[in-house]
């Protein structure tokens, strides 16, 4: 979802809103966003890595950071992983994401994996949720 803030839209407004509560960030998720900017360089225009460049470190001084000691193994994607098991260690509310892998993981899946307060939402669910 970050790296679609800088296109702006409701990714970008879900960014602004979370930061308005307690963002999580683990080493391995910091490690995967610090890397997405050299990935990033083949598909985005030169502006738009820039953009991406530039937010990043406001946005991560930004976020809480924490030691995941343990791993849920439950998407496809070992990256996704990463993503849950710092939602778990964090007993997180939401996790924001455009993945799709993600976005259409079983509730009940979730709840075996200790994750049954967690809503996995898209940035637009997220930004016009009830009480949002």
Known sequence: MLVSAIFGGYPEKAVVRALEEEVWVSDEVLSELTGLGTRLGKKFSFEQKLRWDRSLLPLVSK??????????????????DAYLSLARTVNADFLITGD????????????????????????????????A
């Open 63 to 80: 976020m809480r950071r924490v030691k995941v000691h343990s791993r849920v193994v439950l998407s496809r994607d070992p990256k996704d």
């Open 100 to 131: 799709k892998d993600l976005l259409t993981i079983a509730r009940s899946k979730l709840k075996s994996a200790g994750l049954e307060g967690l809503s996995i939402l898209s940035p637009r669910e997220f930004v016009q949720r009830p009480g």
